[in-house]
């Protein structure tokens, strides 16, 4: 779901993960265009506005990149003729989300450019915070840019550090000196395969091995899909070089300090994934946990909104050992190009979403567990919902603390005027929201989920930046 | 999923329900179209491969009928503009499934035509077993067939019978008398709306209300999209006729015998639906406690096969007391227009579609819960993934008898030496999949999963047809 | 050009032939479909809206006829992928033009249809006046109509005639009896074709062969284009059918009184074209000699308007001695789907289309032809682009008498208030359209266009029908 | 035409002008994008591959740059709702020709990019020869290329030099001293609409003006198609700078030398243009004079082949006293996107194209005039034609000297050994294309057709370059 077509509130009443990147090398020669079609389908969850592969045959000569990028999900893009073109056994791929005003063309990813070694493809997961200061550096210099992607920035850092050093992952190490923020890359030279993760390690990226291929994916269920194995993840601060010769790893560029999205864990990434040796799924099942702990209630059963909150509906359940059951019916035809007719009818578009099985809540006192609350409208609509199919009492858990900071480092919760916990306290929302109780999960609870790790970025919930954040909310103001 | 684009025999590996109806007359003259869109939504999964809409404005001129058909999903063929386009108050709308071979534009629904007494339109849910009969008498008077679906078989009788007799409803009666077969009408003459379900009752058909519009539909889940209230089902036999004075029921053709298609409770309807007074929710999960009980074993947990096993999981565990849990995690956007790329990989199809959590399965004794097996393939792969994942048992019980006839009746149930059970006894299939136990759901107890009603079909499982079905299978034939 | 995206009243300000046909057989078993693509490419300017092509192989099973119609010009209806699915060694094609409210896919033709003797494709050229009659004749014994053109009542008939004689050819004949209007037919059975032309032969039909195949077309510059030989011309009344023995004809229809079309050789037909054994290129030439003979005057240049008035334009100049010259150029981009911008700039979208030669006209004394003028806007707008260009005298000659009465056989000539020469004499015309001097060609005269043939329908000047006309116009009726 | 899909080598033996360019200044502040639009339809001809057009508001803040482009023809790219999102007084447009290794969306003009001081945007008609240099120079201080094209490298050095002086005419002037080869440029920032032409002013580039409006287009015609006033040609070397100020010129770049391309009057620009104040029209008459006076013939009638030949033709007849003809009817219908089946049929796409009138050339003694001969398989099949049409004798007449030399300044014309004067006589050329007699003009009187002015390009006939080329043939290596 992104905010392309927005069915309304219900919909667009969501946070959102900005990109997914994959990388392959297959030292057999074999064309990876298909593996990563397939691995991007398994990321696709992580950027539903455009995609695009770019791949490179290691035996052919130097710079036969080909690639195919395009608006829209991976299946609308790709078809079996344009798989086919896309001769290669090295190549990178990449989903992308993006606020409205940057959604074009241009902006799509991998980004393909010649520069002075060759030709250099480039996939970015991730948000620069210092991505102004550097673009005007590189301007009063004689660049030209031509997307309002921070990307393309990375790419002319690259490009020129590869101008005093010898190779390209030299390049991309002393790029990382000068880049601040959330970066997870992969990026392919004619004959390399590199993968670079930001010190702070802000989002995701992990290694796969398939017989003689190496898989580089933001998570690891974009192994599964291509039937790699789970190898192990890049280290924050961590670049990794793979070419004929195998894989390399260099890891001095890591700092003492990381700051992994715990929000990855809560909600972004797919609940089959494994995250920095972290089960997604067990990370969600401890929240309803610690839910239940924290906030229990008597009630006669215990709901997930779909499908992020089943998990730890799922904890809340064993935890409490109030019955868990299953409330709504999910259309899953209601995709990314729903069109709301123009003749407007009252809330249909969150029925047509989401339905509830009447005869399951009728007459019983609900705990329903979600992720999170955004502005409050979606929340207020699903409890109507449930008190309308007979719900006695409705209390809502959520499964992350409340949203009061604007995230600078790769997803979109927006500033903190447009969060309903910003100027409201917990009894308001839950009034808001016509909840008969609403309990949080605490900040001081969080490291529990990745099993007492305290390297992770809150900054959303505590307003804690690993890095100091730009004085004025440069997010939108870069696309300029 | 339909068979368009298969991704491979995991996905083609179902059986499909063949159409889905959705009928509305609003009394205040506003315009229905986006109810109309809305509620086909709620149907699409009873159809995905086209769909159409008529409408047509009784305060206009007699006649002033407007249609948009088309291939694909809703979403696809419907725009806001097209929409905006069906001005009336009145109107009618269809999703389709077919076989391979009538595939075509000609073949979408409502069929529109005119005929001597103005202009009709009409959506059909269901199979006539003698509209090859039919079709050749009303030849050898002259007509001409641009269609090769059944339905334009009734439309002619409709037509011929109006020549007869005073109304549309009357020879939409005088029609049943010659149809045999599986039929829920929904029929739009320029002022009236007209419903009729064939006196076995095979396909479900429901009315519901807003405020002052009566609508007609397939489930009762497309009563809900479109905030309408369930009034109750039209019955077997029964034909329903609203016009500007209200809604008017004729049951002259309803007979003693009735047989409801057990496998929508089992498969096809959508768990949310009330079908003839029973939930199609609660009859899952009684499926499942059946299971539990004559197929008890000891195990840690109990899983469905998402999404239609998943009730009836839920209902094992609740006679067994074993833990459910989600043990899949499906990509929800492989959809209807998943294109598989030509080179292959290893089975990759079935795990873009399906990722199994491992942290979940791991070192577990599993029950896996689906609602069939046709021909085996998608079953064996999926307890293959489980064992993968490290699953140390898989116990199928599968929430319906085995499938060994073909159905006449509006599913694509195929012939027998099609099936797996037709050759194989349990112990053999269980061995095919992989299974350490396999249990069916006994045809003795398919009763009391609507509430003890002896009035269904289970001419898939025993052969026992309610009418005697055509010598050779003229499914096929009649596309020619 | 047709009148789906109109630029501007010069656009439209057309007079448009309403259908092309084309059929054939190959006795060596080869594929045809290809063959009727190139000849519906030649007939592109009898049809713009829709087109479709249907095949049949004689050596399959009876009845395996495949079809594939659409919207748009022929080559956006067809793909090689298209066209290498219809597998079959006999066919028919169709392209349409049609007025606006009949613009949907159903009426797209060749009408393909199932009755009692199996299948049928029918393509249609022309006109019935007594259309209304005979559908609700059809309708009153229980016909329906799935579309609004009267090629599916001649479909109707055939079949219902069919039922009581030995042959396709036979049941054609014996239609043929009820029809009344104009209509070139090319029908296609599983193993036959068939081509019929009414008795009065308004529209064209010709017959060509290329080796061992036989074809049918609606001009002779569809034979060239598949390399056939022109053999003849079917006649007025004619069914010649076509079988693996060879053709045979069947004159047994035809009468005494005939009435081709003259406008086809004044603007419809394609100068290469030889109709009733007349050079169209001929007859527009001699139209010029005649204008130069009847209405001289001294000037410098002669020129045609593009592209229909060129010859004629060469014809004045051969008789007046007076220099022929191009003055304008053509922008050929400016297609049929040329979109016009909601800004609006004054006269753009004429310039766009049509350009003056300055260095040509500059200075001169212009005799300007074109073949008709329908509203006159169009010819005041090129009058007024040559004087602004320097033209000192434009005198503009036509090559057809005034515009007076509506045409009921087969093209769109308005009713007479749509016309300018309805209400207003010659003079005023050439004031109206800012001309130095304004002549047409004489109705006495058109016989010499036509070698002095007399059996030709000039009644869109004359008023004289030879059939009587319905009374009320009927044209736009019908459609509803 | 172009070489995307070739039918056959009739249509793909043609030379290709490479791109055109537009530009316009409101200074009411009026959208000027449908302007664009209707200028890029009249220069459609000189690239069919993909357009563009950027605009901006010089009301807005400074930046706001729109563009829209895409691969296709004027009225495939926009849309009447792309157009109205287009919002902006200035604006730029192009069309674009190119071979087939870059015909990809990247390489779409107008390049828009950011850069030290705004947005650029830069349209490019031309080539220039030493690309590759100035690309490894730049690259070799830091800039990477998301393209293909040596418009990006301009681009580049304009913003470049935009760092060392005070404005971008200034920077456009000093990018000028390091580009070789041919360029009219039309580049807008967001305040000022720039036009530069090379100083050899290999390709034009005119000034025009409607009311409060200033117009830069390659081609007068593109004047007239926007009701603007041709004012005069950009001289070469001549840099105008258009802002709210009006216009003004720097001539300091031009210098004594200049070379025009003699090939845009013979071929690549439209009749209707005035190209450096000479009419093309009347430089084909003079060609057409100079063959009769050259290679004067006994016969019947002088035809021009479509649509170039014809201005020719009516220029050999004036000379000659031999009577002009029309012999060839062009389908228009069948365009760019003709697909030509893959069932083969002997010459048909060539028939498709081009029909005799068999009743013009029938025992006639023809002069054939054309262009040019390219590879010679096109005036093969032609000649061929007229023959079997029943010319008695056929004697072509070339309206240009034969090609010998590829071009390297902007169009097509490829290496020798592709061309059939290069190993071939003019007696050996006529044989092959089975004419009775050939001539070519004569490069001596090349000067003629434009007045006697000596200051134009015939490379491609003498191989005499206005600029040395480079060593190997550069033209598609860039591309890598």
Chains 1, 2, 3, 4 share one sequence.
Do not use: W
């Not at 390209?168 to 000196?177: C, D, L, Q, S």
């Not at 990026?187 to 590199?194: A, D, E, G, H, Y």
């Not at 904890?315 to 007719?341: D, H, L, W």
């Amino acid at each position: 779901m992104n905010n392309i077509n927005p069915v309304d509130s219900y919909i667009s009443d969501e946070i959102h993960e900005e990109c997914g990147v994959f990388g392959i090398y297959n030292f057999d020669g074999k064309d990876v265009a298909s593996s990563i079609y397939y691995g991007l389908f398994a990321l696709q969850h992580r950027g539903q506005e455009s995609c695009g592969i770019a791949v490179s045959d290691t035996s052919g000569p130097k710079g036969s990149v080909r690639s195919h990028k395009g608006m829209g999900l991976v299946n609308e893009v790709f078809t079996p003729e344009s798989l086919e073109d896309l001769h290669g056994n090295i190549g990178v791929g990449h989903v992308r989300y993006s606020t409205a005003g940057a959604s074009n063309r241009e902006n799509t990813q991998p980004l393909v450019l010649n520069y002075v070694k060759g030709t250099l493809a480039l996939a970015h997961n991730g948000n620069l915070i210092n991505a102004m200061e550097l673009k005007e550096q590189l301007a009063y210099t004689g660049a030209i840019f031509q997307t309002t992607i921070d990307s393309e920035v990375i790419a002319y850092l690259i490009a020129r550090e590869r101008l005093q050093t010898g190779s390209v992952e030299e390049a991309v190490k002393n790029a990382m000196v000068k880049l601040s923020g959330a970066y997870s890359l992969v990026i392919m030279s004619p004959r390399k395969l590199i993968g670079a993760r930001d010190p702070f390690g802000f989002r995701p990226l992990c290694i796969g091995r398939r017989d003689n291929t190496y898989v580089l994916a933001s998570e690891s269920s974009a192994l599964d899909a291509v039937d790699a194995e789970f190898i192990r993840d890049v280290e924050p601060g961590e670049v990794v070089m793979i070419n004929e010769k195998g894989i390399h790893s260099d890891k001095s560029m890591a700092q003492p300090k990381v700051a992994k999205c715990i929000f990855e864990y809560i909600y972004f990434a797919r609940p089959d994934s494994c995250l920095d040796s972290v089960s997604v799924y067990n990370s969600r099942i401890m929240a309803g946990r610690i839910l239940a702990q924290t906030h229990p209630v008597d009630a006669d059963l215990v709901v997930g909104v779909p499908d992020s909150g089943n998990a730890a509906a799922m904890g809340y359940s064993f935890e409490s050992g109030i019955q868990y059951a299953t409330a709504f019916v999910k259309n899953s035809y209601v995709g990314r190009t729903f069109i709301k007719p123009k003749q407007s009818m009252r809330e249909s578009s969150v029925r047509i979403k989401l339905n509830v099985l009447k005869d399951v809540v009728k007459g019983k006192r609900i705990i329903m567990i979600d992720d999170s609350i955004v502005r409050g409208t979606t929340s207020e609509r699903i409890v109507r919902m449930l008190k309308n199919a007979g719900a006695t009492e409705v209390h809502v858990r959520i499964s992350s603390p409340p949203f009061l900071h604007p995230c600078y480092f790769g997803t979109d919760v927006p500033t903190g005027d447009q969060l309903i916990a910003h100027n409201n306290t917990v009894e308001q929302i839950c009034e808001v929201i016509g909840a008969d109780s609403l309990g949080y999960l605490s900040v001081d609870r969080l490291s529990e989920l990745i099993g007492g790790d305290k390297g992770f970025c809150d900054a959303c919930f505590t307003g804690n930046y690993p890095i100091e954040p730009p004085k004025e909310d440069i997010r939108g103001d870069y696309e300029k």
